[in-house]
């Protein structure tokens, strides 16, 4: 059986929401190409799409959260332009809103406190962004880092972490 690496030239993840779409293009190694957001409306379907042929012009898989609710539209709408489209499922919803929750704090007392995210966050609102989409992107910024913080810890330490944080 291959791996969707193999298969694709890219992937498409989209955050579906009931007025908004939240999308990504990410290579087949999980490094992010850009991100965009548009309207859940037909006009934001084909938005989307252009931006899928734009930055994995090849072969491409769509990951829709939602595709029972607020994903459908933009689901059949890719089925009839001929696109592959899996669902994607949070495993722990409540998990998932309490590292929201904790990344939401960080960024709230990082833009009050800190020097350079308060210089990120202007340079982000001078290039167009609502105060909300800035805030969007520096969680981004702060989940990458997170990442690469993880990434850098050897397996039993990050058990140990994992262990007291149950714990708690």
């Not at 969707?4 to 999308?23: C, F, N, Q, Y």
């Amino acid at each position: 059986m291959a791996i969707l690496a193999e298969e694709v030239d890219g992937v498409i993840g989209v955050d579906t929401h009931r007025d908004t779409l939240a999308a990504a293009a990410v290579s087949p190694i999980g490094a992010v190409l850009a991100s965009t957001d548009s309207p859940a409306n037909a006009r934001g379907y084909r938005r989307l799409l252009d931006f899928a042929r734009e930055h994995v012009p090849g072969r491409r898989c769509w990951a829709l959260e939602g595709v029972g609710s607020y994903g459908a539209g933009l689901a059949a709408f890719l089925d009839q332009a001929g696109e592959r489209v899996v669902e994607v499922y949070r495993l722990n919803r409540s998990g998932d809103r309490q590292l929201n929750r904790a990344l939401h704090t960080i960024t709230l007392i990082r833009m009050r406190l800190d020097p350079a995210t308060k210089a990120y966050v202007a340079r982000r609102i001078t290039e167009g962004k609502t105060a909300r989409d800035a805030q969007r992107c520096l969680k981004r910024v702060i989940c990458h880092q997170l990442f690469k913080t993880l990434e850098r810890i050897d397996r039993p330490t990050l058990r140990s972490i994992v262990d007291l944080v149950q714990a708690a």
